[in-house]
């Protein structure tokens, strides 16, 4: 009897550690976000893939997102399209469109919410290589909420601000968290797709680069992979250039005032370039160029090509791309192309992300697209009519009921066909005729350089201060257009305003405040 007494504290002690395994076992909690997901698929991930395995303990959410299961570590919850989600805001049930993969960390605490918000807390983990309480720290401080909150039931957190910054998070995360379990698909790596969408604090600058006044296929044509030359070549009727009237054209125009800027060491003229290139597209610096000789590597500057918005609008064609040729003033050399491996850009786009399906934001140049890039508009001149800018309005073409179009006016000398020369403009402007995008304004469309120092114009010369840009600009050289505001035509000087001796020049200044769209139609134009 005396050996069954002692026994008896062994036994119930055995008992007591099997209970305690079992209730630390049973993982009990919710799939949140903005609402609660039910009929998730909802398991212990034991070997860390962001999958729910054959093998591993599994369950699914009730209406309420809530799950139970036995056993205990990290956790992922399948949200399928055939799951729905609860949003306790407006009572609606809402099927799920796009698959979502949501997961949580082993080291978070019990009764934590496995939600959007944690799994970029473990992607920060994954993609990082942080500590739990390093990640935990950077997402809360960011977010501006607690360590905990991070874990929270977002819709029942009780802080305003906390709550509104958890949601807003949240909503953020469901396109990029359906976009990398789309991207893993049924085998590929789901941990990593998460990491690279979702863990975006380890990057601390974007450096965008303009390679101004280039197409991709001018430079990034023959990159391996990306969707260039080759891809083009497929569809070599579609590169073929139309004349004026719409009709094919046998050959490409030449350079028109030839290949070559001034002053390069090697020198290609008009005549070397006129009938030789078949209407496709060419490699200037190819080592047997159809001109013969010389060769033009791609450290000789070539003529400038139009980089305009009127212009970039009649070669685009209304998106048929074919008139390239036709509305240049540099003729076939629109059509050339480089290869690209020679060029330090081309090292650093091996390094780097190249963006071979990017669309500039507007037709025509950089300063356009500059606008576009800070503030997707573009910027207001106001009464250009009536300002010293009065002289580079552009002149366009109008429909059958007096509307503007998108083209601009030609003179009667201008040639009728592009292999007979360049096309002649009435006036290519740098700013938009008024209410040409319907809301009664002057626009900036080309390059405009500020009125105030620092600016492409030179310092007024009666501005002791040296804030002022001189205005208006020195005239333009004798050509057929100007070409910004950098100089200005002749014409302008016919009725100067002289300032008294002392009184910086100050012109009305352009303003971007209101947003307006350039354009509706992505351009790979140079």
Avoid at 347 to 366: E, P, R
Avoid at 373 to 396: G, M
Avoid at 472 to 491: D, E, G, I, K, L
Wanted: hydrophobic residues 40%.
């Amino acid at each position: 009897m005396s050996t069954s007494f002692r026994l008896a504290p062994v036994a119930i002690a055995a008992a007591l550690t099997a209970l305690a395994a079992s209730a630390a076992q049973a993982a009990t909690g919710l799939v949140a976000g903005a609402g609660y997901y039910n009929n998730a698929r909802v398991c212990i991930d034991s070997n860390g893939n962001g999958r729910c395995d054959a093998g591993e303990a599994v369950a699914r959410t009730n209406a309420s997102g809530a799950f139970s299961l036995q056993g205990d570590g990290a956790l992922v919850a399948e949200v399928g399209t055939d799951a729905s989600v609860y949003d306790p805001a407006t009572g609606l049930t809402t099927p799920v469109t796009r698959a979502l993969t949501l997961r949580l960390s082993a080291q978070a605490p019990a009764a934590s919410v496995i939600s959007p918000v944690s799994t970029e807390l473990q992607a920060l983990i994954d993609g990082s290589h942080l500590k739990f309480n390093a990640a935990r720290d950077a997402l809360a401080t960011r977010l501006g909420v607690s360590g905990a909150q991070l874990f929270a039931d977002a819709n029942t957190v009780v802080d305003a601000t906390a709550k509104a910054a958890l949601l807003n998070e949240d909503a953020l995360l469901l396109d990029r968290i359906a976009n990398a379990t789309a991207e893993a698909g049924t085998a590929g790596d789901r941990v990593t797709a998460l990491a690279q969408r979702l863990d975006l604090d380890r990057i601390s600058n974007i450096v965008v680069i303009y390679a101004e006044n280039r197409s991709f296929n001018n430079l990034f044509g023959r990159f391996p992979g990306a969707n260039g030359l080759k891809d083009a070549a497929k569809k070599a009727q579609d590169n073929q250039q139309k004349d004026r009237d719409g009709s094919l054209m046998t050959v490409l125009p030449p350079a028109w005032n030839g290949l070559t800027a001034a002053g390069q060491p090697v020198t290609v003229t008009q005549a070397q370039t006129t009938n030789v290139w078949p209407n496709a597209p060419f490699q200037i610096d190819s080592v047997a160029p159809a001109w013969v000789a010389p060769v033009v590597s791609n450290a000789v500057v070539t003529r400038d090509l139009y980089h305009r918005f009127f212009e970039n609008q009649m070669q685009i064609h209304g998106g048929a791309n074919d008139m390239f040729a036709a509305w240049a003033d540099a003729g076939g050399l629109t059509m050339g192309n480089y290869e690209g491996k020679r060029s330090k850009l081309w090292t650093l786009a091996q390094h780097y992300v190249l963006a071979d399906n990017f669309f500039q934001g507007a037709f025509g140049g950089s300063f356009l697209n500059h606008q576009y890039l800070v503030c997707a508009c573009a910027p207001e001149y106001p009464n250009a009519d009536t300002s010293a800018a009065k002289p580079t309005i552009a002149q366009l073409q109008k429909d059958a009921n007096g509307n503007f179009v998108p083209a601009l006016a030609l003179n009667t000398s201008s040639p009728a066909s592009a292999l007979s020369g360049p096309p002649s403009y009435v006036l290519s402007g740098n700013i938009a005729p008024k209410n040409y995008f319907g809301d009664g304004t002057f626009r900036a469309v080309n390059t405009m350089q500020p009125p105030y120092q620092p600016s492409g114009n030179a310092p007024a010369a009666d501005d002791g201060t040296a804030k002022y840009a001189n205005w208006p600009p020195p005239p333009c050289p004798s050509r057929p257009r100007p070409t910004s505001a950098t100089c200005w035509p002749p014409r302008a000087w016919t009725t100067p305003t002289t300032p008294a001796a002392g009184t910086p020049r100050r012109p009305t200044a352009p303003t971007s405040t209101t947003p307006r769209p350039a354009t509706s139609r992505p351009t790979t134009s140079r």
